[in-house]
């Protein structure tokens, strides 16, 4: 159990473009998921919090407006990069809080197999 | 604020034993994990500890002194398999957010 998908696994955009990413929990209903940037050699850096039927909260420094996050129901969230700049080339990651299900640890993170971004 | 540290590289031989050190400051917990992470891929879930003193799990270990701010990861029975990046990271109070670590890269040699 506990399995947490993400699509697509890798992508390459043109700047200025916008590329989605989508997080799926297979099975487990998610109350809660989260959004994380890794640069090359570095660690996690938590972006936002998403939370099903509700706005998400982002971590200070990271810009709404340029990363939507939508949680439309307890299994599924997107991560839309607005406009995307070479810079915003990274490893994207979600991952997913079950809150109590039984078959699995609570509050623990399940993580999705990450997004590559490359924007040329 | 949040404040992780532990050793950035560590070597071994395949068979042999690692401890990874973690000693962390934060302003709530609700945890200690630690994760795997091999180059590329997203983190996997090893273990978690809320209460003092050790879990185990196999070949993986992991210790906390909530007093102390410290947490081990110890790997037993190295294999190649497990040469990798190992995250450790505490929960926040309440919210379910986790702070990272920088992460230890271990290397095994043969």
């Known amino acids: 159990g506990a399995v947490v998908s993400q699509h697509p696994s890798w992508v390459i955009c043109k700047s200025g473009t916008s590329v989605k990413i989508e997080c799926r929990s297979l099975d487990f209903q998610a109350t809660t998921m989260f959004w994380y940037r890794q640069f090359p050699k570095q660690s996690l850096m938590l972006m936002a919090t998403?939370?099903?039927?509700?706005?998400?909260?982002?971590e200070q420094g990271v810009e709404k407006d340029k990363f939507l996050i939508n949680h439309a129901s307890l299994t599924l969230s997107t991560l839309t990069v607005t406009s995307a700049h070479p810079e915003d080339s990274s490893f994207y990651i979600c991952s997913a809080n079950s809150g109590s299900e039984g078959h699995i640890e609570t509050d623990t993170q399940y993580f999705g197999p990450g997004t590559r971004l490359t924007v040329l | 604020g949040q404040n992780i540290d532990q050793p950035t590289e560590m070597t071994a031989t395949e068979g042999a034993i690692v401890q990874i050190n973690c000693t962390y400051q934060?302003?709530?917990?609700?945890?200690l994990f630690w994760y795997q992470q091999h180059a590329g891929e997203a983190p996997t879930f090893l273990s978690y500890?809320?209460?003092?003193g050790l879990e185990e799990k196999g070949r993986f270990s992991s210790f906390l002194s909530r007093s102390k701010g410290y947490s081990y990861l110890l790997l037993k029975e190295l294999q190649m398999k497990d040469s990798a990046s190992y995250l450790c990271?505490?929960?926040?109070?309440?919210?379910?957010?986790?702070?990272f670590g920088a992460g230890t890269t271990v290397t095994v040699r043969a």
């Open positions: 500890n809320v209460l003092d």
């Open positions: 990271a505490v929960g926040r109070s309440n919210d379910y957010k986790l702070s």
């Open positions: 934060t302003s709530g917990f609700n945890g």
């Open positions: 998403s939370n099903e039927g509700s706005k998400a909260t982002y």
